[in-house]
């Protein structure tokens, strides 16, 4: 199961390598059927990149400083700075492909 983050530990699961963020609602539908292959892709790819979840209800100054407005909202990160950011529900293989291109 995916790592839930927050404020005190963002910054340094984040300042090495590529790191994907799922940014999330427990009431949110689409982050629910998201989750799952969020933990696979953590498991598949746990030699190349990290996978953590940031609940956004409950960390509303990170959701701030990313701007995020809608989620689920996938921030891939490398070496602690924003590169892509996918807004909405991604097939994982479009998941998969996106942070490929920045290991």
Same mark, same amino acid.
């Given at each position: @199961?995916? +790592?839930? #983050?927050?404020? %005190? &530990?963002?910054?340094? /699961? =984040? /300042? %090495? $390598?590529?790191?994907?963020? !799922?940014?999330?609602?427990?009431?949110? $539908? *689409?982050?629910? @059927? =998201?989750? *799952?292959?969020? !933990?696979? =892709?953590?498991? /598949? @790819?746990?030699?190349?990149?990290?996978?953590?979840?940031?609940? #956004?209800? +409950? &960390?509303?100054? =990170?959701?701030?400083?990313?701007?995020?407005?809608?989620? *689920?909202?996938?921030?891939?990160?490398? !070496? $602690?700075?924003?590169?892509?950011?996918?807004? $909405?529900?991604? *097939?994982? /293989?479009? #998941?998969?492909?996106?942070?490929?291109?920045? #290991?």
């Amino acid at each position: @199961m995916t +790592q839930i #983050i927050d404020t %005190n &530990n963002f910054e340094s /699961e =984040l /300042e %090495n $390598g590529v790191v994907a963020v !799922d940014f999330f609602a427990t009431w949110c $539908g *689409p982050c629910k @059927m =998201l989750a *799952p292959i969020f !933990d696979e =892709l953590e498991t /598949e @790819m746990k030699d190349s990149a990290k996978f953590f979840k940031v609940e #956004i209800d +409950q &960390n509303m100054d =990170l959701a701030r400083k990313f701007m995020v407005s809608t989620v *689920p909202t996938i921030m891939i990160f490398k !070496d $602690g700075k924003p590169v892509e950011t996918m807004v $909405g529900f991604m *097939p994982k /293989e479009t #998941i998969k492909t996106k942070v490929e291109a920045h #290991i």
